[in-house]
């Protein structure tokens, strides 16, 4: 027999009205578990929460023992209620002492009851308590009453996060919702940060949780619905690919999420039970968030994760609420996001900002570079961290471990306090370094060289001593501005660089945008694979426009000084040869004009496109110098993204088959004498470093964090015997042990930390 009940819009007013009347904390408590029983007609209602040591502790009951409340707990995973606690899901029994999770509590006296409903009470997917009726008799509860429970805590939950709950709970405990956690992810820098947890997507907060009027919040949902369903279709047909969220794919999942009929069915039945729009939003979204974080298969996560995002799109709609959180930031401030792009790393004022941490992402992403450019801490794969973190939590950030603190405890505060010192005394020491040069100790000169974004990097190159700048990746500029730099602010731009190089040399790369790298206010077609598709040189060929005033901005920018130019993504050498005509064709233009052309021009190719491989014999007489990009040239050698955490890593770039394509570069480069650099990220990682010495290579370009640590290594290198070693082992092939393992155990014995 289901039991009547007299609706869930009538207990969610009553329920209001009991939160906003002037009571004690546990009267409070007391009478909404009393409402509850009464509205569901069932003899005992009770309210667990889950505690940070892991336990539910009973916080109210209407018809259990009263003395119980406060003493009586259950482990998560213990009896029913720890069952529903552990898999965050409602549990209806006919006959509960039957089911084998049945615990007996017997302070409680629950033992007459026969009939029993429990239901999570959730909040961003994470299980604060359990809500539990129970009946003396034996029957089902129907779904009605199932979804009247959860729709009723959804509004426990918001409770729970109210002052007046902190008093209920006993001193020297807190509630599970404020334990501190655990994220092990993946560096992509080094260092360690602390600081104050920033949502780079912070989550809409719904402060009006009962509806006064139905009807009006279901035409409130389908006004939303409907402007968001114009919204997804707009940007898929314009190909309006704004922020690195925006991906067709993501796209596409957003629409048939938003037309999905299910989704939409919980949404009306959760207003229909007198909750408003944006509460019933973020009930539902409650639920998806709960099974994302169960969910093992990458598929599933990555379509819950989308729908959750959508969820998130909708509850903005609905509350008007457009802030991204990128006002107003805290000192120390630490960026969490699912993932983001380079451009909206760029947004964010970087004096406050201290490291990012994402739930994606891979150490040689176009953020992850960005992040280490910009000198932050920058860790990856923090699996659920987004909903963990509230803005304004305490975080830690450990880059070299991969580990992420969140609400850390005081002795794992000190213990990290302790670390930022040793940090600081560690560059104390690099800065010491700063003016030796680098040579190996059996006199190898190697020159080091910054990769460089944006203009406010470069005076690092004070603190590091590096030669010069290796890479200025011009694009990052174009991605922090709001429209196409004009030739003029071009020009200011590149003069400002050279300025700050203090007479270095210093390399531009002409713009390399497309795959990741989005410039905001361009038009984008929306490809299948942009990293393999219209993007960099062949979309700087295909408009010249970009590319003409770009390097006629360069040539400026030298005031008749020297000029090194890179061309990225060189698929072949006619291509090269092009932009060889188009910088000559401007060179032409200036000297007509009467314009000072710069007194030594160099242009270079990277090598970065594994077709040029089997061209270099074209290219290099051609090139004034080129630049390996190990970046793209490991991730297309091994047709795996590098953005793609399931794949990136998969691949040692320094095992054997990428290290002969390597050492080819380098001894044709060195047949044609034309100088080579490496500049992807290979070349600041100690041990992938000693393996490009090992080879031949003598330039090598990092971002500025990572020049002290392979300084140090190659002063206490003796590079000759590990050179012959390597050079056996690529000749004899991958019969004994991997080059890694050759070169940690050749420099374990040389006494070499790398
Ligand atoms: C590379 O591909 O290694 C490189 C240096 O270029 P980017 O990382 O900017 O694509
Ligand atoms: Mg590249």
Request: hydrophobic share 45%; net charge negative; glycine share 8%.
């Amino acid at each position: 027999m289901a039991i009547a009940i007299s609706g869930p819009r009538v207990l969610l007013k009553q329920l209001r009205e009991t939160m906003a009347e002037p009571l004690a904390s546990q009267a409070r408590l007391d009478k909404i578990v009393s409402l509850i029983a009464d509205n569901m007609h069932a003899d005992v209602c009770s309210f667990y929460v889950l505690r940070d040591d892991g336990a539910l502790e009973l916080f109210a009951t209407r018809g259990l023992a009263a003395t119980a409340v406060h003493m009586t707990t259950l482990r998560l995973g213990e009896g029913l209620v720890g069952l529903i606690a552990a898999q965050a899901e409602p549990l209806s029994l006919d006959n509960a002492p039957a089911h084998p999770a049945f615990a007996y509590r017997p302070e409680t006296g629950e033992d007459p009851f026969q009939a029993f409903l429990g239901v999570p009470v959730l909040r961003a997917g994470q299980t604060l308590g359990v809500l539990v009726v129970q009946n003396r008799d034996s029957h089902a509860y129907g779904e009605d009453e199932i979804e009247a429970m959860l729709t009723t805590a959804t509004l426990l939950a918001e409770m729970m996060s109210t002052a007046d709950f902190d008093a209920l709970i006993k001193p020297g405990q807190d509630i599970d919702l404020r334990r501190p956690r655990q994220f092990a992810g993946n560096g992509f820098t080094d260092g360690v940060a602390l600081g104050k947890v920033v949502l780079h997507d912070p989550r809409v907060v719904v402060t009006n949780f009962v509806a006064e009027d139905t009807e009006v919040e279901l035409k409130r949902l389908s006004a939303a619905l409907d402007r968001m369903r114009v919204s997804i279709d707009q940007m898929l047909s314009h190909g309006d690919m704004q922020s690195f969220s925006d991906h067709r794919e993501i796209l596409e999942s957003y629409r048939m999420f938003a037309n999905d009929r299910g989704w939409v069915d919980r949404l009306t039945e959760a207003i229909n039970n007198g909750l408003t729009a944006e509460a019933a939003v973020e009930r539902v979204q409650n639920d998806t968030r709960a099974r994302m974080m169960r969910s093992t298969d990458p598929y599933i996560k990555d379509r819950l994760h989308d729908l959750d995002d959508l969820a998130n799109r909708l509850l903005r709609v609905l509350t008007g609420d457009g802030a991204t959180g990128k006002k107003d930031l805290p000192e120390n401030a630490i960026l969490v996001a699912r993932n983001m792009g380079p451009a909206d790393l760029l947004e964010y004022d970087r004096t406050r900002l201290r490291a990012v941490v994402l739930e994606e992402g891979a150490a040689i992403s176009h953020v992850a570079i960005v992040a280490k450019s910009l000198g932050l801490v920058a860790v990856g794969q923090a699996e659920n961290i987004v909903s963990m973190s509230e803005t304004g939590d305490d975080i830690i950030v450990d880059g070299q471990q991969g580990t992420v603190y969140l609400r850390p405890t005081p002795d794992m505060i000190q213990v990290y306090v302790d670390k930022v010192r040793l940090g600081a005394k560690r560059r104390a020491h690099y800065l010491e370094l700063k003016d030796k040069p680098a040579i190996t100790r059996d006199g190898h000169e190697i020159t080091l060289l910054h990769n460089s974004g944006i203009v406010a990097d470069l005076p690092m190159l004070q603190d590091t001593g590096a030669s010069g700048v290796g890479l200025f990746r011009t694009e990052l500029q174009f991605m922090i501005a709001s429209r196409l730099p004009r030739l003029r602010e071009q020009v200011e731009l590149y003069a400002e660089a050279i300025r700050l190089t203090e007479g270095k040399p210093i390399v531009f790369r002409l713009l390399d945008i497309g795959g990741d790298k989005v410039i905001p206010y361009l038009r984008y077609e929306a490809e299948e694979n942009p990293a393999m598709g219209f993007r960099s040189l062949r979309l700087a060929l295909d408009r010249q426009g970009l590319l003409r005033i770009q390097i006629r901005a360069l040539l400026q920018a030298a005031n008749g000084g020297p000029m090194k130019i890179l061309v990225p993504m060189v698929t072949d050498a006619w291509e090269f040869r092009q932009t060889r005509l188009v910088v000559n064709k401007e060179l032409e233009r200036m000297k007509h004009a009467g314009q000072t052309v710069p007194s030594k021009l160099e242009l270079g190719a990277m090598i970065e496109v594994p077709s040029l491989l089997w061209e270099l014999d074209q290219v290099l007489p051609e090139a004034d110098f080129v630049s390996i990009g190990s970046n793209d040239l490991v991730m297309f050698l091994t047709a795996a993204d590098r953005g793609n955490k399931r794949v990136a890593k998969s691949y040692d770039p320094i095992a054997l088959p990428r290290l002969r394509a390597l050492k080819h570069i380098v001894d044709m480069a060195r047949r044609y004498n034309v100088p080579l650099t490496m500049c992807g990220e290979l070349a600041g990682r100690t041990v992938e470093a000693l393996a490009l010495l090992s080879i031949g290579m003598t330039k090598l370009s990092m971002s500025p964090p990572s020049i002290g640590p392979i300084k140090e290594m190659i002063l206490g290198t003796e590079l000759t015997p590990i050179r012959n070693s390597i050079s056996a082992a690529l000749l004899e092939g991958a019969h004994g042990p991997s080059i890694r393992e050759l070169l940690l155990d050749w420099a374990g014995r040389q006494g070499l930390v790398i």
